[in-house]
T-cell receptor, first 110, second 113 residues
Framework: EDKVVQSPLSLVVHEGDTVTLNCSYEVTNFRSLLWYKQEKKAPTFLFMLTSSGIEKKSGRLSSILDKKELFSILNITATQTGDSAVYLCAVDNYGQNFVFGPGTRLSVLP | NAGVTQTPKFRVLKTGQSMTLLCAQDMNHEYMYWYRQDPGMGLRLIHYSVGEGTTAKGEVPDGYNVSRLKKQNFLLGLESAAPSQTSVYFC????????????FGQGTRLTVV
């Protein structure tokens, strides 16, 4: 059975801190790994990763994939209160399904 | 550019009532999905479709039916609603031939009393 695990499930930090969110997976047919941010409504897309070792970066957010060890990390530097959200990791198993993890709830305190 | 549109956005049903949720996408995506999201459980796949006229069961299909008569529309039906179906429902769509992210609708909050 395909599975995506995220850790930690919940995290509280103060503005300016740097956080690392973890995602590990076990799927039969891997095409890509995706990160989403969800704030009370629909998930919004952050990154899609297909190759190991190539960092994707967008402002203060960055992510990298290790296909040998089957995990990915999402880094957020200099956190702001607007970063408070649930961060979802998902794996595309070649279009049959996007398998989602339970999410990491990040709270950034002022 | 509408993307993925779900209707309705909110609904309250009594136990035993039926309803249909409509999802429409204007991106010519082959794949469409229905997920439910419950607290602490992430997104769980109910049913999905790989193209017009095809549907398949996901992780939690019991109590739901779907149809995809047109490529752009994917309907989710509840024949006899139960309180356990209280949830937020998300429709999504994606390309198949090339990898892409799933594009989500805004969600439907359903309460069954």
């Amino acid at each position: 059975e395909d599975k995506v695990v995220q850790s930690p499930l919940s995290l509280v930090v103060h503005e300016g801190d740097t956080v690392t969110l973890n995602c590990s997976y076990e799927v039969t047919n891997f095409r890509s790994l995706l990160w989403y941010k969800q704030e009370k409504k629909a998930p919004t897309f952050l990154f899609m990763l297909t190759s190991s070792g190539i960092e994707k970066k967008s402002g203060r957010l960055s992510s990298i994939l290790d296909k040998k060890e089957l995990f990915s990390i999402l880094n957020i530097t200099a956190t702001q209160t607007g970063d408070s959200a649930v961060y979802l990791c998902a794996v595309d198993n070649y279009g049959q399904n996007f398998v989602f993890g339970p999410g990491t709830r990040l709270s950034v305190l002022p | 550019n509408a993307g993925v549109t779900q209707t309705p956005k909110f609904r309250v049903l009594k136990t035993g009532q039926s309803m249909t949720l409509l999802c429409a996408q204007d991106m010519n995506h082959e794949y469409m999905y229905w997920y439910r999201q419950d607290p602490g459980m992430g997104l769980r796949l109910i049913h999905y479709s790989v193209g017009e006229g095809t549907t398949a069961k996901g992780e939690v299909p019991d109590g739901y039916n779907v149809s995809r008569l047109k490529k752009q529309n994917f309907l989710l039906g509840l024949e006899s609603a139960a309180p356990s179906q209280t949830s937020v429902y998300f429709c999504a769509s994606s390309y198949f031939l090339r990898g892409s992210e799933a594009f989500f609708g805004q969600g439907t909050r359903l309460t069954v009393v």
